[in-house]
């Protein structure tokens, strides 16, 4: 992709992106995440129904009248894109490839991030950790993630969440917001998840293609794998074999969605294709409720 197509690209998802943040996510984003803790704000006359554990008897002392504190939550967190980069993202039959919809939607919650005075970090990776970009704020910054996400070009095909996971355990010290954008067809990983989780705030974007839940009646066909390149055979008129691919990857999909509860890790399934927006608000407003 030339320089001058890149920047283009940026500048429409930007467009698009950004508005969307401003206008339908930036609130939802500040309710749904809890700040660092609480911050002491300022001192004021003492209110029936204040609790007398804030009362400051310095300041009560001083003016012969109850004062107590005031404190605020500290707003400013730390967001990590955990974005997977791997060759399955470069697949999709409505509209986008998995890796394009991955992009808009990580532009979304970076927007949203810097709305709210929060440092956005992104970490790439595939079978193995591919870049690591530290968290900052500002606009510049989030567009230079934009780029990276547009024109990063991996060295590695396959996907390994558990190596993400474990990079990002070792790296990342103070607790974060870590927004896992992944297909999560990978291998096991349950234990650096549980790891995470105990420190980190989790959320796991899963992506996908409705093409790859269940296989089409359209005869013999060979498919190559998009990691590990390796071409089979089909005979996709055998029902057979179709209710087995759809039964596999139901198995694999039921088990993701038990493994992430009890890991404490929350779920957004979302699909090419479709209208992403209503899934990621129901989730903000679901999170706001709860706190």
Not at 100 to 113: P, R, V
Not at 233 to 261: C, G, H, V, W, Y
């Amino acid at each position: 992709m030339s320089t001058s197509a890149l920047l283009k690209k940026v500048r429409k998802i930007e467009i698009k992106t950004k508005g969307l943040s401003n206008h339908i996510f930036a609130g939802e984003y500040q309710t749904a995440f809890k700040g660092k803790g609480m911050a002491f704000s300022e001192v004021r006359e003492y209110q029936p129904g204040d609790d007398v554990r804030f009362i400051d008897w310095n300041v009560t002392a001083r003016y012969n009248a109850p004062f107590v504190k005031v404190f605020e939550e500290e707003r400013e967190m730390t967001v990590i894109l955990l974005i997977d980069v791997s060759a399955s993202g470069n697949f999709g039959t409505q509209e986008q490839f998995k890796r394009e919809l991955a992009t808009e939607i990580s532009a979304i919650l970076a927007f949203s991030a810097i709305k709210n005075n929060d440092k956005v970090g992104v970490i790439f990776f595939t079978d193995k950790v591919e870049q690591f970009i530290p968290a900052k704020k500002g606009k510049s910054h989030i567009l230079r993630i934009i780029r990276e996400v547009l024109a990063f070009q991996p060295t590695g095909k396959g996907t390994n969440i558990a190596r993400a996971l474990e990079y990002f355990n070792s790296v990342i010290k103070k607790r974060s917001i870590c927004f896992i954008l992944s297909d999560f067809i990978s291998k096991e990983f349950e234990r650096p998840l549980k790891i995470a989780s105990k420190k980190h705030d989790l959320v796991a974007l899963r992506i996908h293609d409705t093409r790859e839940d269940t296989l089409p009646n359209v005869g013999l066909v060979h498919m190559q794998d998009a990691e590990t390149e390796k071409i089979i055979f089909i005979d996709t008129t055998s029902k057979k074999i179709r209710d087995n691919f759809a039964k596999n990857r139901l198995q694999e999909t039921e088990k993701l969605r038990k493994l992430l509860p009890t890991s404490r890790v929350d779920l957004i399934d979302i699909t090419t294709g479709t209208d992403y927006i209503k899934p990621l608000i129901n989730f903000f407003k679901t999170r706001g409720s709860r706190r």
